[in-house]
């Protein structure tokens, strides 16, 4: 719920740039002054550089590439996992009490606890990436989806059961699509968190990948170059997150929210 | 016949039970249409739940020609007090939502759905979302989504409360078309004395919590009834004898 009126498109650029400069402001005069080293923290002009070099003569573009995918399979695969155990958690008294404390338990160990063991596993190929992704994705997505079916709405499903429909269709034409958006807000978080998961699984034991290029800059003293890659990130977190944002409106234009 | 017999129901609050419905007993004849008025909070919401299979009485039996109820199905539709449309389905879908989980026909459902539309007076809105209408409308895709439905049994938890006067009488006359063209049984829960009295055949006053039967009222007035009733000295009459054992 938000508090004041509607504003206009353009106020909304006005403030969000408004933000933006005012970073970006601290950032240069802290560096351009000299007044922290650019080895600590480059300028954001130097950054840009990097950035550009990196795109240029280094394998960016190829970075972005394997980790966009490793995030692309370790979140299908999460996904597929999480849809029917979460639908099964929200709508079984049975099975919550079956499966929840294991994914409880699973939840609390970080996914980087993992990485040993994925790598004894299945050495340090894409299938091990992939594997600590859905190890960090998989159960928060499934207690997210669960808690969205749980609180779906009663009288709806009522109101189907006394119009004849029977379990299976109360599921599929009541309570799925009740629920969709609720799912696709919360496959919006865990991208945010699958981006961290990807970063992790690439500072150990990579050949490709922004994590890999961190580390690698690390090694060399790049700075600069850390700095360009920590942009990258952000800007393609931005980006997924935006792209649910709006396909959100799209998908679900009878939500309130599709208005806000 | 819609037998409810010795119906009683507790519910549980902070560890306290307490008796909301207390031993009610209530044969509905085949094509009857019955109305309940009862003061606010006395369990008719409740009661309607129980007949239409969606809570399990504390004890006592609801028999559907002879058979107990123990699950909600498409025999007892109800119009529900608050707004239950889905919201995911603009109005055409919402009143097609029962046809189409029995797979009817395709063509059936659209000549159902397009009746009930115009019945209704909806048909510009088919297109809309529920969130896009107002109380008033959404209420009334409700009533169509059920009478699309075509139910044995038609409950009604107060389904004109939301409407302006003008919209309540246009839908009362309705149903009493609908009544008296296809002899449905109705059970209409209503706090509004003249809508009970205009619609109805028997009109059942509860008394506040512990919910028991306090009175039966036949309704004399012949049928085909019209709105010209409402202003007849009779009606006038009658409807405060309901009144004034409701009010007391
Ligand atoms: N799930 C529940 N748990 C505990 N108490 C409940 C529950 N549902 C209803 N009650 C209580 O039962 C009583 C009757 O509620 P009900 O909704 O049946 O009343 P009503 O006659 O339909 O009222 P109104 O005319 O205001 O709609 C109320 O006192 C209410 O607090
Ligand atoms: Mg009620």
Same mark, same amino acid.
């Given at each position: 719920m938000k508090l004041e009126r509607k504003i206009s498109r353009n106020k909304y650029i006005l403030f969000g740039s408004a933000g933006l400069l005012v970073f970006l402001s601290v950032w240069s005069l802290l560096t351009y002054t000299g007044l922290v080293p650019a080895f600590f923290l480059p300028p954001p002009s130097k950054v840009l550089s990097a950035i550009a070099d990196l795109l240029i003569k280094g394998n960016l573009l190829g970075d972005i590439f394997a980790s966009s995918s490793r995030i692309f399979f370790g979140f299908l695969l999460s996904l597929v996992v999480a849809l029917p155990i979460g639908i099964a958690l929200g709508i079984s008294r049975k099975f919550e009490a079956f499966i929840e404390p294991i994914i409880a338990f699973i939840r609390y160990?970080?996914?980087?606890?993992f990485i040993p063991l994925a790598i004894i596993w299945f050495g340090i190929g894409e299938l091990e990436k992939v594997t600590i992704l859905f190890m960090g994705i998989a159960p928060y997505l499934t207690l997210l989806i669960a808690d969205v079916v749980i609180n779906s709405r009663r009288d709806l499903v009522e109101a189907a059961l006394t119009l004849g429909a029977d379990h299976q269709s109360v599921i599929l034409k009541v309570i799925l699509p009740n629920c969709f958006p609720g799912i696709w807000d919360s496959l919006r978080i865990m991208m945010g968190a699958a981006w961290t998961f990807v970063i992790i699984a690439e500072?150990?034991?990579?050949?490709?990948?922004l994590g890999h290029l961190m580390i690698e800059s690390q090694r060399f003293l790049r700075t600069d170059n850390i700095f360009g890659g920590i942009v990258v990130i952000g800007f393609l977190g931005l980006t997924t997150d935006y792209f649910f944002k709006v396909t959100y409106k799209s998908l679900f234009k009878w939500t309130e929210k599709s208005n806000a | 016949m819609l037998e409810i017999s010795n119906i009683s129901k507790l519910y549980k609050h902070n560890d306290q039970w307490s008796e909301v419905i207390k031993d009610v007993t209530l044969p509905i004849a085949d094509r009857e249409f019955i109305a309940i008025v009862g003061p606010s909070g006395c369990g008719k919401t409740t009661l309607l739940k129980i007949l239409a299979g969606l809570l399990e009485p504390s004890s006592g039996k609801i028999l559907l020609d002879g058979k107990e109820i123990t699950a909600p199905g498409k025999d007892l539709g109800l119009v529900f007090q608050g707004f239950t449309l889905? !919201?995911? @389905?603009?109005v055409w879908e919402n009143i097609a939502f029962g046809l189409n989980i029995r797979n009817l026909k395709q063509e059936e459902v659209v000549k159902t759905v397009n009746h009930y539309l115009t019945v209704t007076g909806l048909k510009d809105f088919?297109?809309?979302? !529920?969130?896009? @209408?107002?109380g008033g409308m959404q209420q009334r895709v409700a009533i169509a989504r059920t009478l699309a439905n075509n139910p044995k049994i038609l409950l009604m938890d107060e389904?004109?409360?939301? @409407?302006?006067s003008q919209t309540r009488s246009q839908m009362q006359e309705f149903l009493t078309r609908l009544w008296e063209a296809e002899h449905k049984t109705v059970v209409f829960v209503t706090h509004d004395v003249n809508e009970a009295v205009f619609l109805a055949d028997k009109v059942y006053v509860f008394s506040p919590? !512990? $919910?028991?039967?306090k009175k039966v009222f036949n309704v004399p007035f012949p049928r !085909?009834? $019209?709105?010209? @009733?409402?202003?007849t000295k009779e009606f006038f009459d009658f409807s405060n004898q309901v009144a004034h054992e409701f009010e007391q």
């Open positions: 160990i970080p996914p980087s606890a500072i150990v034991g990579a050949s490709a990948g | 889905f !919201p995911w @389905l603009n088919a297109e809309y979302f !529920p969130k896009d @209408l107002s389904p004109f409360g939301a @409407l302006d919590q !512990p $919910t028991e039967i !085909p009834r $019209t709105h010209a @009733l409402k202003r």
